[in-house]
Each structure stands twice: as structure tokens, then as C-alpha cells.
């Protein structure tokens, strides 16, 4: 998800243009080495297969330059929301992370805790969760010959922790065009977009979030929140409404690969 370099505050996610539908790639189960054929372009998810009830709880966990520096002079106590990962870890609950590795180093103990989770899957968001592509809200934009290096350096960072390692990556805002997915054409990753979008960075109560995931999601839905307490207050407050919903309509959460593999 995208946050404005200069604030704590992020934009909209956009509707990507994505390849409708298309089935996973071996490579992106967890703790299998990418397989994608050199010049091809990585396969894109926006959900799994409508049948069964199996959904995914996804969490990104951005950290920009800009974040960091809110950290350092004291302006934000926590881009860290420990009180989602306590809910999940105390009811149980599936989830798969989406890592910064500037999160990652920030938070390297709590990134231990979730690779120590069996049921915690842990994913990429990019290095330092920079644009892929112009005019993706006002995320600095990455230079385009550093961008397959920054993804591959961030596996390399999360891959450290152990636990249960993919090859999901997912891009900052979802902002990726065709020069953005050929840059990610040799490392083995399946790109994952989602089909329901939160709206939990901009909201002020919890109740708009819940509405947002309840009212779009369905069997095999992809459900995007965020772990970054600062840049998504109630993100908490919301999970034991949103997990409750869900079981209300026959719904179950799953790692994402168990949702994508149907």
C-alpha cells in the first residue's frame, strides 16, 4: 500500500490493470526456490478460486525513509501494530505478511515472532516501498534499473528469519505496469494484488473498515490491511469485526497459499 513519502498519512490504492484470474505459479508456495522462466512476465493475483471458504488475511508492512525519520525525532511512537499480531496468535488466525525490508530492520525481533508462527506466511513489499511506476500518489519512484535488485535484496533480508517463506510480492499501492512486472521477470515471484482493499490507512473508526471488507468480500477473496499502527489506527479495533463477519458468512481465513492453491 502506498504511503506520501513526507506523511503519515497514505493515498487511495488504485484499481491496477492485472492479468484476470491466472493460476499460481509453483514458485510462489512457500520454500520453493522461483522457477520463472527468463522474459517471462510473472503471474498476477487478484484472488483465488471462488469455491470452498477459504480466505486470505494479508497484512503489508510499509516503512518509507520518510516513516523512518518520524521514528528518529519522535513524531510517531510505532509503525509496528503488536496488538493484530496478539489477536491473531491468541484466536489462532492465518495470516500472510507482507514485509518491507526497511520494516524488517526496523522491527527485527517482531519479525522473529511472526517467522516463529506455523501459521504465519511472510511475503515482500519491496525494500524501502518506493513507486515501480510514475505518478503512483507521491511515493518517491525507484529508479527503474534498481528495481528487480530491491526486490531480490528483500527476500534476501526476510528469508533470514526462517519460518514460512513465498514468493508473493506484492507493490507498493499496487502500482506496477508492464516495465515494473518485466523487472520482477527473473526472480521466481508471483505478483499478488487483492480483490478486497480495506481502506484501513485513511480511516478515523473502525466501522468503515469492517464495512469495506464485509461488504466486497467472497470464497477466495485477498483482503489487504496493514500492520503499521501510525499509518492505520484502527486496523486493531477492527480485525475482531471483520474476523467475526466472516464467520458469520461461512467464511475462513487461510494462509494465502492454501487460498490460492483452492
Known amino acids: 500500500m502506498a504511503v506520501p513519502a513526507g506523511s503519515a498519512t497514505a493515498s487511495p490504492t488504485p484499481v491496477p490493470s492485472v492479468t484476470p484470474n491466472p493460476s499460481p505459479s509453483p514458485s510462489a508456495r512457500p520454500g520453493r526456490p522461483g522457477q520463472t522462466k527468463p522474459g517471462l512476465l510473472p503471474p498476477v493475483v487478484n484472488h483465488g478460486p471462488r469455491t470452498g471458504n477459504l480466505v486470505a488475511l494479508t497484512f503489508d508492512a510499509d516503512m518509507t525513509d520518510s516513516m523512518l525519520a518520524q521514528l528518529k525525532n519522535g513524531r510517531v511512537k510505532s509503525y509496528a501494530n ?12 492465518p495470516a500472510t505478511f507482507f514485509l518491507t525490508g526497511k520494516w524488517v530492520q526496523r522491527y527485527p525481533a517482531l519479525t522473529e515472532r511472526l517467522a516463529g508462527n506455523p501459521r504465519f ?35 534476501k533480508i526476510i528469508e533470514r528469519y526462517g519460518g514460512r517463506q513465498t514468493r508473493y510480492f506484492r507493490f507498493p499501492g499496487l502500482c506496477h505496469d508492464r516495465a515494473a512486472l518485466r523487472a520482477m521477470s527473473s526472480l521466481g515471484l508471483t505478483v499478488v494484488d487483492g480483490d478486497v482493499v480495506s481502506g ?34 484502527f486496523t486493531d479495533e477492527a480485525l475482531p469485526h471483520i474476523l467475526k463477519g466472516l464467520a458469520e458468512r461461512g467464511l475462513e481465513p487461510a494462509t494465502l497459499s492454501e487460498v490460492l492453491a483452492g
Open 82 to 93: 503488536v496488538r493484530i499480531i496478539e489477536m491473531l496468535e491468541h484466536d489462532k488466525i
Open 200 to 233: 484501513d490507512p485513511f480511516a478515523t473508526d473502525w466501522r468503515p473498515i469492517v464495512n469495506a471488507v464485509l461488504k466486497k468480500v467472497k470464497p477466495g477473496s485477498v483482503i489487504i490491511l496493514h500492520v503499521t499502527e501510525a499509518n492505520a489506527q
Open 121 to 155: 506466511e511472510l511475503a515482500n513489499h519491496t525494500y524501502g516501498h518506493q513507486a515501480f511506476t510514475a505518478d503512483c500518489y507521491t511515493l518517491p519512484r525507484i529508479p527503474p534499473a534498481a528495481m528487480t535488485e530491491d526486490v531480490a535484496k528483500t527476500f
